[in-house]
């Protein structure tokens, strides 16, 4: 596959983040196998934060950053000593007081380190980092721009007040690009080609193309398999290997991304949006939506208004 076509694909990645934070570390606590819901960055403002992967321990010292993927399982140690593997989950160790959250790093007393939560995926729903099977590491001190896209997500929270879904897109999504740039420069691109190489088969791009075109109207597996000359018994097993998930799956996760857009972007009511996106039931519509994005649907456009109006109030104070 031509670096162009790998391109290509990096073009249609999208990002949010889902939560940013600072926290101070009161005693060293370590956490054995942790699974992060989110793709994690971690810098450590000043300390030490450890993480064992499966095969792999990277030592996290003061301005590294750490990636850890979306549901990896690891030990991950926060501060300079090293404590039996005691708890279990994070939320003990807030309650435990052995790590609390923060406002600023600089006017904390002890150790501390900050994280981005974020989800990256290309054509709408592949999660980028889970199908290139990228496993996490450590980026050093000196990668400035890194560094730099870091910290102007949290000056522009702070700044601006405002919620994840609202920090600027184009600056999550360039932290995001210049990580993938990363791992281009220190590991194999080769690699990540061949990874990524079954994403451009023409059959897979007009199955994207397909089903973005007509999500309202009928999208089995038969349908499908007519459109791009597969046999119906057949386009499952590519798909599957193609994109690293199930066909129907991802047809699903496509109207229900369309459905957060419509929500966002229109006033159309909820049972009109069902069935634009190729519900039928509204009541199943709502069920499916608060399962995929965590809030049911008329949650999530209130979330979207009261967000609309802060960033308003914000501007107008300017």
Known sequence: MAY??????????????????????????SIKNKRFEYNKLLLVNRGKVTVEFLNNEIIACEGDIVFIPELYPVNITYGKERPALRKSREDICFREGCLTLIEDPNEFYSDSFSTIDFNAKVYGVIDMFKFIQIPGFKVSGDSGWIYTLFN??????KEDK????DVS?????CLVVELMRYIERTRYLEELIIRISTLTDLRVANLFSYISENLGGDLT???????????????G?????????????YVEHTRLNKGAEFLKMTDMSVDKISNVVGFKQPAYFCKRFKSFHGKK?????????NSEKKRNSILGAK
Request: charged share 25%; no cysteine; net charge positive.
């Open 297 to 305: 649907p008329g949650e999530m456009r209130a979330s979207f208004r």
């Open 221 to 235: 597996n038969e349908t499908l398999a007519d459109q791009v000359g597969l046999s119906r018994d057949y386009i």
């Open 237 to 249: 097993q590519f798909f599957k290997k193609a994109a690293g998930l199930n066909l129907q799956t």
């Open 152 to 157: 102007k997500v949290f000056q522009e929270v």
């Open 4 to 29: 162009k076509d790998y391109e290509k694909v990096l073009a249609t990645l999208t990002t949010q983040l889902s939560q940013v934070k600072h926290v101070g570390i009161i005693n060293p606590v």
């Open 169 to 173: 897109e184009s600056l999550n999504k």
């Open 162 to 165: 405002t919620s994840m879904l």
